[in-house]
C-alpha cells in the first residue's frame, strides 16, 4: 500500500517560516511529479508548487519568492520550505504525488497525503 505523510505544519507569526515534509512509502518503483496544494477555509484546492523528476518546477504566483520546492529522490521525499508567511497562506496543505508501484505489474498512482494544517497568525 502506498501512502504519503506530512509533517511540520503548525502555528507561526506572519514573516515567519516554516518547513514542509511529505515522505512516500510503499513498493515504489519511481515517482513523476510531487508537489503541495493548499485549501484556505471556505476556499476551493489551489496549487502551490510542483516538482518533477529532472528537479524543474513550478510555483503559484502568489508564493513566488517565498516558497521554495525540493526533493530528495533516493528517500521518496518532498520538501516546502515555507518563509516571509502571511495570514493568507493559512491552510491546510496537501501533499501529491505520481508515482509508479512495483504490484504484480508496474502499475500508476496518484496519492494525495491526509494534510497538515498551517495557520499564520499573530
Known amino acids: 500500500q502506498v501512502q504519503l505523510v506530512e509533517s511540520g505544519g503548525g502555528l507561526v507569526q506572519p514573516g515567519g517560516s516554516l518547513r514542509l515534509s511529505c515522505a512516500a512509502s510503499?513498493?515504489?518503483?519511481?515517482?513523476?511529479?510531487m508537489g503541495w496544494y493548499r485549501r484556505a477555509p471556505g476556499k476551493q484546492r489551489e496549487l502551490v508548487a510542483t516538482?518533477?523528476?529532472?528537479?524543474?518546477?513550478r510555483y503559484a504566483d502568489s508564493v513566488k519568492g517565498r516558497f521554495t520546492i525540493s526533493r530528495d529522490n533516493a528517500k521518496n521525499t518532498v520538501f516546502l520550505q515555507m518563509d516571509s508567511l502571511k495570514p493568507e497562506d493559512t491552510a491546510v496543505y496537501y501533499c501529491?504525488?505520481?508515482?509508479?508501484?512495483?504490484?504484480?505489474?508496474?502499475?500508476?498512482?496518484?496519492?494525495w497525503g491526509q494534510g497538515t494544517q498551517v495557520t499564520v497568525s499573530s
Open positions: 516538482i518533477q523528476s529532472d528537479g524543474s518546477v
Open positions: 501529491n504525488a505520481d508515482l509508479f508501484v512495483m504490484e504484480l505489474r508496474i502499475v500508476s498512482y496518484n496519492v
Open positions: 510503499g513498493n515504489i518503483v519511481s515517482i513523476n511529479v
